[in-house]
RNA sequence: GGCGCUGUAGCCAAGUGGUAAGGCAGAGGUCUGCAAAACCUCCAUCCACCGGUUCGAAUCCGGUCAGCGCCUCCA
């Protein structure tokens, strides 16, 4: 039974699905105006062990996932340059290049983390009639207003905005430092719809005039025309809890759209210990990171804190992941290995282990999604079965171990892809040639001329070639 | 100023009333021609600090200090 913390109730609450057997999640995704840092993935990482646990235990989960386009204005939610738009002059381009540029450079990391693709992921550009539509439903029903070509929601006509952030809006008012529209009835009041300046290039005929969705809206509507009324979950960055979510629930319900029942925040990735972020170039790049090392190693990194706590990127904290991850995958390729040449049979120990890891596993990540425990348990269980490994445990055994690898490692917890185990093995043509190095080499030392045979190993080290001498002979695989 | 979060070994990180998981690093050992990988052993009498509640607290309450986040765009 899957225990997960709601926002909304401040508390952890079983997680049960509207419709039995199916949950839709929604997950804020980035506006695509640059290129995507680390801590971009951590919401997308988060989610995607989410979606893989769902479907592990049966369900049939639909993941949909935003792409922002359009509305996200540079200062404030009221004024200022689009970012998308700003980002096109720079770049001398249109702004729907930037979009697709940037949207295509996000999904390449994503994949390289090894993120599985949503099940939609929707353009917010492309959804403007459904954000039309519901903002005439809220005019309608008195809790939204046009004002000067643009349309505001009135926060003074629903009283539960601030509910999911906690604050006290009569308070929020006083002290807010943004600088008032006049044209808005309220301080608080924030836009549906804006008009379009003359210079501003994304822009479609409305009710209104010529204008663009305000930032907020499109999640509500996209959420509604994929997920339907009251959708099992909608998850994002903390910091959209206020004033992004708020909104968002605001303007769907005032519309008489019930809203999601779960609501799934993660926490930040600090460098330096700041947040990192665009505005104050305190990031670090997913490109860079994934030119310096297996992205898998960031993957492995994020999943061993949990979810809702900051995480302060050091490279020491990389470099022990990685380790910690060859120590995984290690073990999870010398199973696969073993499995080819393994007598039958069973291992009692070996046994033992597996049944503890599935009653561990499972217990961690039911518990609020606490990937750090059963990344725990993942370890206990390698340790186990490195010992079992020396006993030359059956292949009944080894099958149940390499089961729980391949479902629980690689397809719940994402840290196996076959890509990488791929690389290890290094390809055909490789295993040809350093297979012929090492017959040279067994024969220098045959003859002990470790001068040779070291030389021979140094260089393959060299080139990223890793040689273990074993009792069955030499083995080899590619560095990660 | 308002709201909230965090502070556990050299580093990372679980644990929210019953006497400190796991990983990395480090030390010693087994194996090896030497390595590598793997295994074994060791590595916090103690959980920022001070009070309190309790038979019993890292875990609950109050206070102090430190760091961070949101309140404005932000994953």
Redesign the pocket.
Same mark, same amino acid.
């Given at each position: 039974m899957l225990e997960l913390y709601n926002t909304l109730t401040?508390q952890k609450e079983e997680f049960v699905p509207g419709t039995p057997g199916y949950v839709g999640i929604y997950a804020?995704?980035?506006?695509v105006?640059?290129d995507?840092?680390?801590?971009?993935?951590?919401?997308p990482i988060t989610y995607d062990v989410l979606r893989r646990w769902l479907g592990y235990q049966g369900l049939k989960v639909r993941f949909v996932s935003n792409i922002?386009d359009v509305g996200?204005?540079?200062?404030?939610?009221?004024e200022g340059e689009d970012?998308i738009q700003r980002r096109a002059t720079l770049e001398r381009l249109e702004p729907m290049e930037i979009a697709e540029k940037y949207t295509w450079s996000y999904f390449d990391e994503l994949q390289a983390l090894n993120v599985l693709r949503p099940d939609i992921a929707p353009r917010a550009a492309a959804h403007i009639i459904e954000q039309q539509v519901l903002t005439q439903e809220l005019i309608a029903k008195g809790h939204a207003y046009e004002a000067g070509g643009s349309v505001y929601f009135s926060v003074k006509s629903w009283p539960d905005y601030g509910q999911l %952030?906690?604050? *006290?809006l009569e308070?929020?008012a006083a002290? @807010?430092?943004?600088e008032v529209l006049e044209e808005k009835r309220d301080p608080?009041d924030?836009a549906l719809w804006k008009k379009a300046d003359p210079q501003h290039l994304m822009r479609w005929p409305s009710p209104w005039g010529e204008g663009f969705p305000g930032?907020?809206i499109e999640c509500s509507a996209m959420s509604l025309k994929y997920l339907g009324e009251g959708f099992d979950l909608h998850a994002?960055?903390?910091?959209?809890?206020?004033?992004?979510h708020e909104a968002e629930i605001a303007q769907a319900e005032a519309a008489g759209h019930p809203f999601a029942h779960y609501w799934m925040?993660?926490?930040?990735?600090?460098?330096n210990?700041?947040?990192?972020?665009?505005?104050t170039g305190n990031?670090i790049l997913l490109s860079e990171l994934r030119a310096k090392n297996e992205p898998m190693y960031a993957r492995f990194?994020l999943l061993?804190?949990?979810?809702? %706590?900051?995480? *302060?990127f050091?490279n020491?904290?990389l470099? @022990?992941?990685?380790?910690?991850?060859?120590?995984l995958i290690?073990?999870y390729r010398?199973v696969r290995r073993r499995l080819e040449y393994a007598p039958e049979g069973h291992h009692q120990g070996l046994e033992r282990a597996i049944d503890t890891l599935e009653h561990d596993f499972a217990e961690?990540l039911n518990?609020?999604l606490?990937t750090?425990?059963a990344?725990?348990?993942?370890?206990?269980f390698?340790?186990?079965?490195?010992?079992a490994?020396?006993e030359k445990p059956g292949k009944g055994s080894l099958a149940r171990a390499e089961k729980v690898f391949s479902e629980l490692g690689e397809g719940v917890l994402g840290l196996f892809p076959e890509r990488v185990l791929e690389k290890q093995l290094g390809g055909e043509l490789l295993d040809g040639l350093v297979k012929m190095l090492l017959a040279v080499?067994e024969e220098a030392?045959q003859n002990?001329n470790?001068?040779l %045979?070291?030389q021979i190993?140094d260089r393959l080290i060299e080139l990223g070639v890793?040689?273990?001498?074993?009792?069955e002979g030499?083995?080899w695989k590619v560095s990660l």
């Open positions: 401040r804020c995704g980035p506006t105006y640059g995507p840092h680390l801590g971009h993935a951590r919401g922002t996200h204005l540079v200062d404030d939610a009221d970012k %952030s906690g604050r *006290d308070e929020q002290g @807010a430092r943004v608080r924030f930032w907020h994002g960055g903390i910091d959209l809890q206020f004033p992004h925040h993660h926490n930040h990735v600090l460098l210990g700041q947040k990192m972020a665009k505005s990031l990194y061993g804190s949990h979810y809702r %706590s900051v995480l *302060d050091t020491e904290g470099e @022990a992941a990685k380790n910690g991850y060859l120590r290690n073990a010398e961690a518990d609020d606490n750090p425990q990344i725990a348990a993942l370890f206990e390698v340790t186990e079965l490195n010992k490994l020396t080499r030392r002990r470790f001068r %045979s070291d190993r890793q040689v273990e001498d074993t009792r030499p083995k």
